[in-house]
């Protein structure tokens, strides 16, 4: 008897081949759709593990990548902003040489402190510069502007960290320098007076930054014995600015007259010896009248009494004795010690604090001398100008400084890209043999599958035949 499958069988047969050629066609189809070699992790459980692991790294890259982008960014700006801010020194100096100019008048001088002025506001705006919300020079203070002006005076608020950014899992960089080592960077180097009234640095060393402007005061001339001869002081001393006590010479024989080691002066004839300006060697004056004078010789002493004052309001009398006299500014808190033993004139003493002052403070000294208004001759302001100018170089350094700093870590951020870049492209290419379809491959699989799909198909209706006349034979 000859055996039968049954027709369950046949079906069961016909079903099974049908679903494996369609799940073959199926994969194929969706490979090809997406490129893609694994779908599921059932297809590939270490492909699977090793793409997740190349994924991870990549998103890794990516955002290294991404904070690479935004410190290249910080640091163009920052760089563009101190090349901005050298030029405006460069500049400053410029104008300060000229105004040392002897042939420029009073006009001229005015003209070009109104000129440092608007540098030194455009220095204030680059000093504050921001990349979107964020101040660049602030620090890691990043919200709020780093450098305000309080009472005429440019101060830092910002902090000396620095905020950095991470380009890769060990390496942090900083993407700015702090505003207080570029534009107020101090690197003290003790006080420097002028030299115009003869004050000193006192034994005490002092505190402070910036610059400090010491009012020295004529509060009185004691004439000595000039009553003697019939010589007499004009308006009482009023208007005379000698300090400390002097040697006053009457040389009857040449007709002279001298004060200290200052220059001899020719005693004029009527009516104009009512009012002989006679000077010392720093410039103090004294004004004498010689209209009832004898014509006797006279070797004697007179002295300026006077006070001086750190802040303008408060003064200290003076007994030109002092070596190390304290004087203190509560607006400030800067601490001067002075020596007052060589004081010969009265007038206004700037001291600045070596090394300790910032960029803006600089440049309002440099205006305020240009300006005068301490009548200085020419070569007072002159020496002023000159204590200024070490300041103002000084700063330019720090400013040079701060951008070569700035470009050598933008020169290091792009290597780092250019790194990442690299790495970005070998992970990538390694994640794409571990997870991506061979597209040729598999269209071929496709078709072939639909092939043989067609076939199962065909071969199962005719195996799948139930008349009689089939079912007899």
Known sequence: MALRTSTATNYTRVLMGLRYNQSILLNAQEQTATGRRILRPSDDPVGTARSLSLTRRLAGVGRHMGAAQTAQGLLEQGAGALQGASSLLSEARALMLQGMNGTLSQKDRDSLAGEL??????????????????????????????????????????????????????????????????????????????????????????????????????????????????????????????????????????????????????????????????????????????????????????????????????????TFGEADLELKNPATGNVVHVDTTEVKRAGTELVSFGGATNVFDTLAGIAADLRNGDDLSQPEMVERLNLRLGELDRNASNVGVGLSTLGSRSARVEAAQDRLRGVDVQLNGLLSDTRDTDLAESVTTMVRAEQTLQIAQATGVRLLQTSLLNFLR
């Open 117 to 318: 002025d608007v540098l030194r506001a455009e220095m204030l705006d680059i000093a504050n510069s921001k990349a979107g919300d964020r101040y660049i020079f602030g620090g890691t203070a990043t919200d709020d502007a780093p450098w305000v002006e309080v009472d005429g005076r440019v101060v830092y608020e910002g902090n000396d960290d620095e905020l950095r950014v991470q380009i890769n899992d060990e390496v942090l960089i900083g993407v700015g320098v702090a505003g207080s080592s570029i534009f107020g960077r101090s690197e003290y180097t003790g006080a420097e007076f002028s030299g115009l009234t003869g004050l000193g640095a006192g034994t005490t060393a002092n505190e402070g930054s910036g610059f400090e402007q010491l009012v020295l005061r004529h509060d009185a001339t004691d004439g000595g014995a000039i009553g003697s001869v019939g010589i007499a002081l004009v308006d009482g001393g009023a208007n005379d600015t000698l300090l400390g006590s002097n040697a006053l010479v009457v040389d009857a024989a040449a007709g002279t007259v001298r004060l200290g080691d200052g220059p001899a002066v020719q005693i004029p004839p009527a009516p104009d010896f009512a009012d002989v300006t006679v000077t010392n060697e720093l410039g103090g004056e004294i004004h004498l009248d010689f209209s009832g004078w004898s014509g006797a010789g006279l070797t004697d002493s007179v002295a300026g009494q006077g006070s001086i004052s750190i802040d303008g309001a408060t003064f200290t009398p003076l």
